[in-house]
């Protein structure tokens, strides 16, 4: 199937490595060009020169998602670089799971802000894109977290807020054809990620979360990445302010 991605332009945050990263990659595969920001000089450097391998334009920065202003420079920087854009993709993450200060802080400042602030800039490009081609589109990763309380969590209830910030944003986009969707993976394992962490430092507890999953297996990157991808297509230009849940039902509610 054709995505219609082809010469798409597309920022990916936290774009170097689990998620974010094959976020990039496949929209790099489909013939996006892409730009992608992580903390990491040498994660970044080596993202792009693997997006460019691809045979598209990439470009990267190093950007700290916790300060706003230099988070939304880049972004306006990145598209200039693109010469517009037609995607926003916000992957990054801060995983804080504590109910602590500390963690409430960490989760709101880069997951909400993080969002809020990389929208902010990007949409007036965004919208300028919608113009001229009819589609453009904002993706947030958020997660199963947000749907599961069994205790107190500033991660579950940040990505609950994310969850109604994005609702927002396309209702309000809606008339100027620039749609915003959430994905939301159950356990994603990958190399260097936090099941596969747990899995070294509590085996017995990754193995007891493991087998809580239907379909045998934890989601792969990629998985995740295909959902986000396609959402973020024109394929999906009549898809707006949904909540795609990606957990190979680990989750038991129905979403009406």
């Given at each position: 199937?054709?995505?219609?991605?082809?010469?798409?332009?597309?920022?990916?945050?936290?774009?170097?490595?689990?998620?974010?990263?094959?976020?990039?990659?496949?929209?790099?595969?489909?013939?996006?060009?892409?730009a992608i920001c992580a903390r990491?000089?040498?994660?970044?450097?080596?993202?792009?020169?693997?997006?460019?391998?691809?045979?598209?334009?990439?470009?990267?920065?190093?950007?700290?998602?916790?300060?706003?202003?230099?988070?939304?420079?880049?972004?306006?920087?990145?598209?200039?670089?693109?010469?517009?854009?037609?995607?926003?993709?916000?992957?990054?993450?801060?995983?804080?799971?504590?109910?602590?200060?500390?963690?409430?802080k960490k989760n709101l400042q880069?997951?909400?802000?993080?969002?809020?602030?990389?929208?902010?800039?990007?949409?007036?490009?965004?919208?300028?894109?919608?113009?001229?081609?009819?589609?453009?589109?904002?993706?947030?990763?958020?997660?199963?977290?947000?749907?599961?309380?069994?205790?107190?969590?500033?991660?579950?209830?940040?990505?609950?807020?994310?969850?109604?910030?994005?609702?927002?944003?396309?209702?309000?986009?809606?008339?100027?054809?620039?749609?915003?969707?959430?994905?939301?993976?159950?356990?994603?394992?990958?190399?260097?990620?936090?099941?596969?962490?747990?899995?070294?430092?509590?085996?017995?507890?990754?193995?007891?979360?493991?087998?809580?999953?239907?379909?045998?297996?934890?989601?792969?990157?990629?998985?995740?990445?295909?959902?986000?991808?396609?959402?973020?297509?024109?394929?999906?230009?009549?898809?707006?302010?949904?909540?795609?849940?990606?957990?190979?039902?680990?989750?038991?509610?129905?979403?009406?």
């Open positions: 199937m054709d995505l219609q991605l082809k010469d798409k332009r597309a920022i990916v945050t936290g774009g170097t490595r689990g998620i974010g990263r094959a976020i990039a990659d496949t929209l790099a595969g489909e013939g996006c060009n892409v990491n000089v040498d994660q970044v450097s080596e993202a792009v020169d693997a997006l460019k391998s691809k045979g598209v334009s990439a470009f990267g920065g190093v950007v700290d998602i916790a300060d706003g202003e230099a988070l939304k420079a880049w972004i306006v920087k990145a598209g200039g670089e693109l010469g517009g854009l037609d995607i926003l993709v916000s992957s990054a993450g801060a995983m804080a799971m504590g109910a602590d200060e500390a963690s409430w880069i997951d909400i802000f993080g969002a809020v602030n990389s929208v902010e800039a990007a949409l007036p490009m965004l919208e300028e894109s919608a113009k001229e081609n009819g589609d453009a589109a904002i993706v947030a990763i958020g997660s199963t977290a947000a749907v599961n309380a069994t205790e107190p969590s500033s991660y579950g209830a940040i990505k609950g807020a994310m969850v109604h910030y994005i609702k927002g944003l396309a209702r309000q986009n809606a008339p100027k054809h620039v749609r915003a969707n959430v994905v939301s993976p159950g356990m994603v394992y990958f190399e260097g990620g936090v099941w596969h962490r747990v899995e070294q430092r509590a085996p017995e507890y990754f193995e007891a979360s493991f087998t809580r999953n239907p379909m045998g297996r934890m989601a792969t990157p990629q998985d995740i990445a295909n959902a986000a991808v396609f959402l973020a297509s024109p394929c999906s230009s009549f898809t707006t302010g949904i909540n795609m849940i990606v957990d190979g039902t680990i989750t038991d509610r129905a979403n009406y």
